[in-house]
């Protein structure tokens, strides 16, 4: 019975493990606050996958890569996707050049681990107003400038306002061939 006990402990054990392993990358489900261990913060936005360095009950110690232009923090050097936005005295870990990682706790409430159900809502948005005139196509298909430059006349075809093109241009580039869910750090 002890044998048996202690096999359980260890599969449990080993389990945790696992998914620890495995929820090593979230993505930020809403725009969510870093909190950096000096008390000042981050914005950071929707779909955002984060790295996570020590998993706490509520909050996540967490790490953020991109590059950083005055207090905005972009998903590439060529600033094409605002993934945040700093607080005054907010301090990064240079990389290289403008590269930098952000520390700091996230509550756990803003995280998933599944980066396709950040973006179930603006999907949806995407396909019900983009196929009401032509096929829509894939966000795969187009990298994040390609997106950019094409939603420009098509804001004034759909009639959409400037919250609605925003929703949509920020699903479409975090998609992108080149966006958030494709680019590995």
Known sequence: MKGLIKFIASFALLLGFFTQVNAEELYVFQDAQLKADNGKSAKVFLGVPV???KDGETSAKVSIHGFLDGTNVYSTAS???LIATLEKG???????GNEVELLGSIEKESLTENGAEVWEEHEEF???MCTQC???QAPTHHTMIEWEALMLPMKGFAKLDDE???YLLRYLKSNA???LMK???
Do not use: M
């Not at 907010?90 to 290289?96: A, E, L, M, N, S």
């Open 79 to 81: 600033k094409e996707l």
């Open 90 to 96: 907010f301090k990064v870990k240079t990389i290289k």
């Open 177 to 179: 061939s080149n966006g």
């Open 183 to 185: 680019v590995k750090h």
């Open 134 to 136: 032509h096929a829509a």
């Open 126 to 128: 995407f396909y019900e």
């Open 51 to 53: 790295k996570v360095k």
């Open 164 to 166: 609605e093109n925003e």
